[in-house]
């Protein structure tokens, strides 16, 4: 199918070929359409898979051609961190390119003087991070009386990192009148209320495989113990002559210090975590982006919003506390029907996690045990009906 077919303008389905698209995504064939109607939408897909042209293409549409008045803006896209921010943005910039939208990323980290001035005419599509949209608010750099539209993107992981309070904020200032638009990568507990209390009689749209490992993404792991993993990971890198990968760690000092135990060992890399300045950030990503730098070190948070096409590999150096940050993570990798791969140093405190894991995957992960990095704490056979005592009756 077409672009043509989904009811956008040819100015924009012109922006679109230019970015290389010929045909649709599956949740953009499916999104488009319903959010050009006006209607509320709840969709759940993997990373990769195109969620933000599935809002960002119908809203540019609507919104194309029409007055602004001053402090005003049409429509909202909140987003988790600053890097997705910019990223959204980004996007928009290159699909609005033949229509007269305007549009503005605003940040913590940001200059508010220069939001300001931008706001001052009105401003279409802002796309913000929570915390930063509320000081806006306060200061009255912006009025919400004339919304048309609110993104929750990426919904999951703002809940997960604190923002519920904020958006409850920012929602209570919004008209009751307006399309509500929900793109998540899995619909948890928390977004499930969030869902229950914001948006009423949405159209869903859930795509198969949404919230588990896509076939072109290649899962194994080695087990190890904790002592040994940075050893393992500069073998592993060395010995398969990894160009590129995203390695998720679970603390800021490890981040540092893993780099200088990779670099002892002659392997460049380096690390972004949320202390590090938002310029450093920034150019760190885009060196990495670039292929300038080809092993990045990251935290969780620091990684959220992380959008890289043709990413090879994440590595768990660390596995995450929560079964959903695993999904995210490995949806870094096998975007757009490319193949990817995620690997996983596991040592035996780690087990638990991993029966969950694995449960929630509804499979056993590959094991690659390596004999020269095998563990004297042994990491027990997987039990995929696994259940912590906590949660049994």
């Given at each position: 199918m077409p672009f043509t077919a989904l009811g956008l303008s040819e100015s924009l389905v012109r922006a679109i070929a230019e970015q290389g698209y010929e045909s649709p995504t599956p949740i953009q064939e499916k999104a488009i359409p319903v959010v050009l109607s006006g209607k509320d939408l709840i969709a759940t897909a993997q990373t990769g898979t195109g969620k933000t042209a599935s809002f960002v293409l119908p809203i540019i549409e609507r919104l194309a051609g029409r007055k602004l008045r001053g402090k005003r803006i049409r429509a909202l896209v909140l987003v988790p961190t600053r890097e997705l921010a910019v990223q959204v943005a980004e996007n928009i910039s290159r699909y609005a390119k033949y229509s007269n939208i305007s549009y503005l990323a605003m940040y913590g980290g940001s200059e508010i003087a220069l939001h300001k001035r931008q706001l001052i005419d009105g401003v279409?599509?802002?796309?913000?991070?929570?915390?930063?949209?509320?000081?806006?608010?306060?200061?009255?750099?912006?009025?919400?009386?004339?919304?048309?539209?609110?993104?929750?993107?990426?919904?999951?992981?703002?809940?997960?990192?604190?923002?519920?309070?904020?958006?409850?904020?920012?929602?209570?200032?919004?008209?009751?009148?307006?399309?509500?638009?929900?793109?998540?990568?899995?619909?948890?507990?928390?977004?499930?209320?969030l869902v229950k209390t914001?948006?009423?009689?949405?159209?869903?749209?859930?795509?198969?495989?949404?919230?588990?490992?896509?076939?072109?993404?290649?899962?194994?792991?080695?087990?190890?113990?904790?002592?040994?993993?940075?050893?393992?990971?500069?073998?592993?890198?060395?010995?398969?002559?990894?160009?590129?990968?995203?390695?998720?760690?679970?603390?800021?000092?490890?981040?540092?210090?893993?780099?200088?135990?990779?670099?002892?060992?002659?392997?460049?890399?380096?690390?972004?975590?949320?202390?590090?300045?938002?310029?450093?950030?920034?150019?760190?990503?885009?060196?990495?982006?670039?292929?300038?730098?080809?092993?990045?070190?990251?935290?969780?948070?620091?990684?959220?919003?992380?959008?890289?096409?043709?990413?090879?590999?994440?590595?768990?150096?660390?596995?995450?506390?929560?079964?959903?940050?695993?999904?995210?993570?490995?949806?870094?990798?096998?975007?757009?029907?490319?193949k990817g791969e995620a690997v996983s140093l596991v040592s035996k405190d780690d087990f638990k996690t991993l029966c969950s894991i694995e449960s929630r995957l509804g499979h056993i992960i590959e094991r690659r045990d390596l004999e020269e990095f095998a563990p004297r704490k042994v990491v027990p056979i997987s039990i995929l009906n696994y259940v912590p005592k906590s949660k049994r009756t």
């Open positions: 279409d599509i802002v796309v913000a991070t929570p915390g930063r949209l509320l000081d806006m608010a306060h200061q009255r750099a912006l009025h919400f009386d004339e919304l048309e539209c609110l993104v929750l993107d990426e919904a999951d992981r703002m809940l997960d990192m604190g923002f519920i309070g904020d958006i409850n904020k920012i929602i209570e200032r919004l008209p009751e009148e307006r399309q509500n638009l929900l793109f998540s990568a899995t619909i948890s507990p928390q977004v499930k209320q914001t948006i009423h009689h949405a159209v869903e749209i859930l795509l198969a495989g949404s919230d588990v490992n896509k076939p072109d993404i290649s899962q194994w792991l080695v087990t190890v113990d904790k002592d040994k993993k940075s050893a393992l990971l500069s073998h592993l890198i060395q010995t398969h002559q990894w160009q590129q990968a995203l390695i998720f760690i679970r603390t800021k000092h490890g981040a540092v210090k893993l780099v200088e135990q990779l670099a002892k060992r002659g392997i460049v890399a380096d690390y972004i975590h949320g202390d590090r300045s938002q310029v450093v950030r920034m150019q760190i990503l885009d060196d990495f982006k670039s292929g300038k730098c080809g092993l990045l070190v990251a935290t969780g948070v620091a990684a959220r919003g992380l959008d890289i096409d043709d990413l090879d590999r994440v590595v768990n150096y660390d596995l995450p506390n929560e079964i959903d940050e695993y999904i995210h993570r490995i949806g870094r990798t096998g975007r757009a029907g490319a």
